[in-house]
């Protein structure tokens, strides 16, 4: 048991509000969608004028992650612990392919299409959680992966 078992649904729930927050003031002041996968794809193949705020959105994200492993380091399990790098790598890139054939990811249609009542989210967020359960299963339970 850990200090988040104690906050209960506090910390998800101010988690959420926090995503809800900047994806609104995102697309309110930059009239931007906060897909991760586009916002970091526009770092990788940059346009004039469009990389800073983008450079700026992720490094938040990646302060915010390390600011969070300062303050509550036993909310993260061991490094190495899961899995071999080479599979970790093959999966980053396969969610990378899926999120470009999509036309988004998981917070682009997620968060920010189904807020806006997009059907195509809904149904990308629908393939993605229903892909994700099966992936779940089978490497799990067919394929003997360790937990």
Same mark, same amino acid.
């Given at each position: 048991m850990n200090e988040f078992t104690a906050i209960g649904?506090?910390?998800p729930l101010l988690g959420g509000v926090l995503i809800g927050l900047g994806a609104s003031l995102l697309l309110l002041f930059n009239g931007r969608v906060a897909g991760i996968s586009g916002v970091f794809g526009g770092l990788l193949f940059?346009?004039?004028?469009?990389?800073?705020?983008?450079?700026?959105f992720v490094g938040g =994200? =990646? =302060?915010g992650g390390l600011a969070l492993v300062a303050a509550h380091p036993r909310a993260f399990p061991p490094a190495g612990g899961g899995g071999s790098l080479g599979?970790?790598?093959v999966a980053g890139l396969l969610v990378g392919c899926g999120a470009r054939l999509g #036309?988004?990811?998981? #917070?682009?249609?997620?968060?920010c299409g189904l807020s806006r009542l997009s059907v195509r989210s809904?149904?990308?967020?629908?393939?993605?959680?229903a892909t994700a359960a099966i992936?779940?299963?089978l490497s799990r339970h067919l394929l003997g992966a360790a937990r």
């Open positions: 649904a506090i910390g940059r346009k004039p004028g469009d990389t800073a705020w983008r450079a700026a =994200l =990646l =302060l599979l970790v790598i #036309s988004g990811c998981t #917070s682009g249609h997620g968060v809904l149904v990308a967020t629908v393939t993605f959680m992936t779940v299963y």
